[in-house]
């Protein structure tokens, strides 16, 4: 393995979509959502130490679920895990961790993804990460995985590339917002968009001169510490600064201002595993195309459900079409899918009414 290459894990989101499952005391990448025996931040863990050393791999979390992490990947150290005191996004704590690994090796190449995305051909993901890493180290580059869409989806951001580049590594035009349908469509028939799945490299170095270039003040808050990174001393400066960063998401801090953003077409079949629909999506379904994680299902003309209990519970649905049926402790949630992004909204209801132990 290549001692220069190093990841950041984001693990610090609520998943609130997913409730009743995930909730912000435990929330989804520490669940077995797919019931596979591992929890999403287990798998992705598990993929990317086939290509980056173990001891390269950083966790961003919040400070609530330091436990979680180094009770679910026991590989790593407390060192490993980089805690944010406050939720300021995702600019903020890549460039406190970039900051953290430059200190230990100035020539670092460095993969930035969520905990808790789907993916299925983990060859073709290692092969497109490492073509990144190369491309990395020989340019100075902030790059991005694009997604090929495969209908129009309004529920991802979209990158656009230049057209007429020939090169398998792509001038991103522009990244553009969350679009209505009509706009979703007119995307795909225009043959350059790509869906923006948050999968980012680059050198640690050419990401910290984007952050100065286009961040002067959140780097230099952070800049300004070098000295303590990795030392006893760095704990107490982030408890006390951390606060003070912008919330803004790295996407609008540095790469939708950057001229030297690129943008590679992968090859693996990707999910964000965003909501109970498009867990369901990637499931396997019995012949009356439910979806079923951690139970034993008797059906009657039901059809088209996603049904997750705890521990092998038996489950009779009859003349039911098309619903999320999740059991969890003290909470049953029956819920049409065609509303799930409502799903929130509800959560939060629940919450109000009977407590914040259920949200």
């Not at 430059?102 to 073709?124: F, G, Q, R, Y």
């Not at 170095?205 to 000295?227: C, G, I, R, T, Y």
Request: charged residues 25%; hydrophobic residues 40%.
């Amino acid at each position: 393995m290549n001692s220069n290459y190093y990841a950041i894990i984001m693990a610090g989101g609520v998943g609130s979509r997913f409730w009743p499952v995930s909730t912000k005391t435990f929330p989804k990448q520490f669940h077995d959502m797919l019931g596979t025996g591992e929890t999403l931040i287990q798998k992705t863990f598990n993929r990317l130490s086939a290509i980056i050393p173990k001891e390269n791999i950083y966790i961003l979390t919040n400070e609530d679920y330091n436990d979680l992490v180094l009770e679910q990947l026991p590989e790593i150290c407390q060192e490993q895990v980089v805690l944010e005191p406050a939720m300021r996004n995702t600019a903020p704590c890549i460039l406190y961790a970039s900051l953290k690994i430059k200190k230990l090796n100035p020539n670092a190449l460095m993969l930035v993804a969520p905990s808790d995305h789907w993916i299925e051909d983990e060859t073709a993901f290692n092969k497109n990460v490492k073509q990144s890493f190369q491309f990395c180290e020989q340019k100075d580059a902030l790059m991005t995985l694009g997604i090929k869409p495969t209908f129009p989806n309004t529920g991802y951001g979209y990158i656009e590339f230049n057209k007429a580049d020939d090169y398998p590594v792509k001038k991103v035009a522009q990244f553009r917002e969350k679009p209505d349908y009509k706009t979703a469509k007119s995307f795909l028939s225009k043959g350059n968009f790509l869906w923006n799945a948050g999968i980012f490299v680059w050198s640690v170095n050419s990401v910290l001169k984007a952050f100065e270039n286009n961040q002067p003040e959140l780097f230099k808050l952070f800049n300004d510490a070098e000295a303590i990174y990795n030392t006893t001393e760095e704990t107490k400066f982030i408890t006390e600064n951390y606060e003070k960063a912008e919330n803004i998401s790295v996407d609008y801090a540095i790469l939708e201002k950057s001229p030297n953003v690129f943008v590679l077409p992968a090859t693996f079949d990707w999910n964000d595993l965003g909501t109970w629909g498009s867990l369901y999506d990637k499931l396997d379904k019995d012949y009356n195309k439910n979806a079923v994680v951690n139970s034993r299902i008797l059906t009657n003309n039901a059809q088209g459900n996603m049904i997750r209990t705890y521990n092998d519970k038996v489950v009779v649905v009859d003349g039911l079409s098309n619903y999320i049926i999740v059991d969890k402790e003290d909470v049953l949630l029956i819920y049409p899918k065609a509303k799930e992004q409502d799903i929130k909204k509800v959560r939060q209801e629940v919450k109000d009414e009977f407590g914040d132990h259920l949200g």
